[in-house]
């Protein structure tokens, strides 16, 4: 049985222990090379205990490139870049290997101008273009691509190589598509990029497990694929889902359980004798292990466990206390979807490693303060005033948070009493915790009407819900905290109205649902839940909303409020329609609140949701950078 604190060898070098940070997009680079902020990001991964970095897909075509900022291995100036990961990697004790891949018809010529290379013609489901065949020529050229960016690897001086065939990837979709050509090609690349980095080096491979499509690749297909490539590498990577149908599967969002996809480690480890990864969504040193005691892999793969808490990896050897995912998706995968940097909701330094961003729960960071203010008072318990809390604490100030209600999380802590979005509890038990080893005076039921002895006030005070005026004097029309907070049971039948594209209203939705409720949703906007697809929530929700009967109404507009119902407009026919309803929850957005505390002599700094109301991700990041814009630090 191996604990994650075995070392474990990988052909010609060894891990220092089981943990992996695989390989996974950080939209960092810039004119298609690696740059300051790759080296410091798998740096800090590397110091914070991770024995193996894996690090984003290179390029081995210049004319592959399905999003603008990957990187482009081909060409030589990438030498450089590769030289500063590995020097930054290598002294915390780790490897690094940079994964080589092509995407095949998964990609786009939107930023290359250039056709799509494919295994056949015919169009992804997402990108939508018509690939160009390729050729044996073609096949050639690649398999030779493969080996020049191996070679600039090895001059980067970097351990070695993993070879993209999983997800989103030509040599996934030949073996998809069963074409006799995969398995040669898939060998003819592995025999180049063994040859250009030498026998000192790493080769690995990532083969795709559960396709989740009908007619898609299996579990068996991954084994079958390991057993015959074994002889060529030295380790197998594992995984799951293909990067545009079912891309859940492969970063799912909260509420998906951990090691969901071991069943795919587990057969390869079964069939092959080098070491096996798996992944799936492990959020706790717990879960890893767990796994990794349960036979099911020989290395743990965890990426957003590692984003959220670079540390992560030294806290599980030493039996700490990681900050954890939450599988929020937020910063993370909507981010890099949307061609912005990888960032964190829960860790604001994530993303600007180089920059040395502050971290409301990285006491690395903590400086001795240099600003008049010795002691401050935070107004407010949620996100923003507890990650405030924290950083000022551990710059050396004398904290009071003060907190009005009962506990502490505020808005946060109200929305994890949904279904499917309990992990946003996490968030808030991490910063509180956070909070109590930086010796932040917490007091509860307390109201603030003054600066109480502070030489600075921060009001992270939140917003409150906001309904609309068509809602005036409608006993029946309700703000969806109404409704989680519990000061209200709607019944029969309820119409939400999204006002806000937000989980606010689909979480609502789902718990009148399950209690019996019969409830529609009613959007003004053309799709419903926007705000769930670009954390890969909304298919989830969609198969949950179905099985719970709910019903979707988009393209209309509530115009007033009766008794008994809404009048509402269609946009597509211009027809004002009665809808009857028992009860309207409302789901929009919130109005800041700044409470009257007179005239302070003494300065005042709002954050959060006060300010404006936003995300968690922005509330944490907020309250954490109030070390900069107010300590003077």
């Known amino acids: ?134 050729t044996p020529a073609g096949f050639d050229r690649l398999v030779d691509g493969f080996g020049l960016v191996a070679s600039h690897v090895a001059a980067g001086g970097m351990d070695g190589v993993e070879v993209q065939c999983s997800q989103a990837s030509l040599l996934r979709a030949l073996f998809s598509r069963g074409s006799p050509r995969a398995l040669p090609f898939l060998v003819a690349v592995l025999r180049a990029v063994r040859a250009a980095v030498g026998p000192g080096r790493v080769v690995g491979v990532r083969v795709q497990g559960d396709e989740g499509v009908a007619g898609g690749l299996s579990t068996a297909d991954a084994v079958r694929v390991a057993v015959a490539v074994e002889p060529y590498v030295d380790y197998v990577n594992t995984a799951v889902g293909v990067a545009t149908r079912t891309l859940p599967l492969i970063e799912p969002p909260m509420g998906v359980p951990a090691g969901y996809a071991a069943h795919v480690p587990s057969a390869v480890r079964a069939a092959v004798s080098v070491p096996v990864i798996g992944v799936g969504r492990f959020t706790t040193p717990s879960q890893a292990r767990e796994t990794l005691r349960a036979g099911a892999c020989d290395l743990v793969g965890v990426v957003r466990g590692q984003i959220a808490d670079p540390e992560f990896a030294r806290k599980a050897l030493a039996g700490g206390r990681v900050r954890r995912c939450i599988g929020c998706n937020q910063e993370c995968i909507a981010r890099v979807g949307l061609n912005r940097r990888l960032g964190c909701a829960v860790n604001p330094g994530a993303g600007r490693e180089a920059a040395n961003a502050p971290s409301a729960c990285s006491p690395e960071l903590a400086a001795p303060p240099r600003s008049p203010f010795a002691r401050v008072l935070v107004v407010g318990g949620g996100p923003a005033g507890l990650a405030a809390a924290v950083a000022a604490a551990r710059s050396g100030h004398a904290v009071t948070l003060a907190e009005r209600g009962d506990a502490l999380g505020g808005q946060l802590a109200l929305a994890a009493r949904a279904p499917e979005r309990g992990e946003l509890a996490h968030a808030v038990a991490d910063l509180a915790h956070a909070a109590r080893e930086a010796g932040v005076a917490v007091r509860l039921r307390t109201e603030v009407s003054d600066a109480g002895g502070a030489d600075l006030v921060v009001l992270a005070t939140g917003a409150r819900p906001a309904l609309p005026a068509w809602a005036e004097g409608h006993e029946r029309v309700v703000d969806v905290t109404d409704v989680l907070a519990g000061r209200v049971t709607p019944t029969g039948r309820v119409l939400v109205v999204d006002a806000g594209r937000s989980h606010a209203a689909t979480s609502t939705a789902e718990l009148l649902a399950r209690r019996g409720a019969s409830v529609a949703t009613l959007t003004p906007a053309l799709v419903a839940a926007g705000d769930l697809a670009p954390t890969l929530d909304r298919e989830r929700w969609r198969r949950r909303a179905a099985d719970l009967g709910i019903v979707e109404h988009t393209d209309r507009v509530v115009l007033g409020a009766r008794p008994g119902g809404l009048d509402v407009l269609e946009h597509l026919t211009g027809e004002v329609t009665p809808w009857d309803a028992d009860w309207v929850v409302h789901a929009g957005p919130p109005t800041p609140h700044v409470p009257d505390l007179g005239t302070l002599d003494v300065p005042v700094v709002r954050v959060g949701d006060c300010v404006a109301p936003r995300d968690l991700g922005a509330a944490i990041r907020e309250g954490a950078a109030v070390r900069e814009r107010s300590l003077g630090l």
């Not at 902020?37 to 897909?57: D, K, M, V, W």
């Not at 210049?62 to 990961?85: M, N, Q, S, W």
């Not at 990609?107 to 939508?128: C, E, K, L, N, Q």
């Open 1 to 134: 049985m191996s604990d994650l604190g075995d070392p474990v060898r990988l052909g010609p070098l060894v891990a220092r222990n089981r943990i992996v940070f695989p390989a996974h997009l950080t939209s960092a680079a810039v004119a298609r090379r690696p740059t300051a902020q790759h080296a410091a990001y798998y740096g800090a991964r590397a110091a914070g205990g991770a024995a193996l970095i894996i690090t984003e897909e290179q390029s081995v075509d210049h004319a592959d490139r399905p999003y603008e900022k990957l990187v482009d291995g081909t060409d030589p100036a990438v030498v450089p870049g590769y030289r500063a990961i590995a020097d930054a990697v290598h002294a915390h004790g780790a490897l690094v290997l940079a994964q080589l891949g092509h995407n095949g018809g998964q990609s786009s010529s939107v930023y290359s101008g250039a056709p799509v290379d494919g295994a056949d013609d015919v169009p992804d489901p997402m990108f939508g273009e018509v690939p160009r065949v390729l």
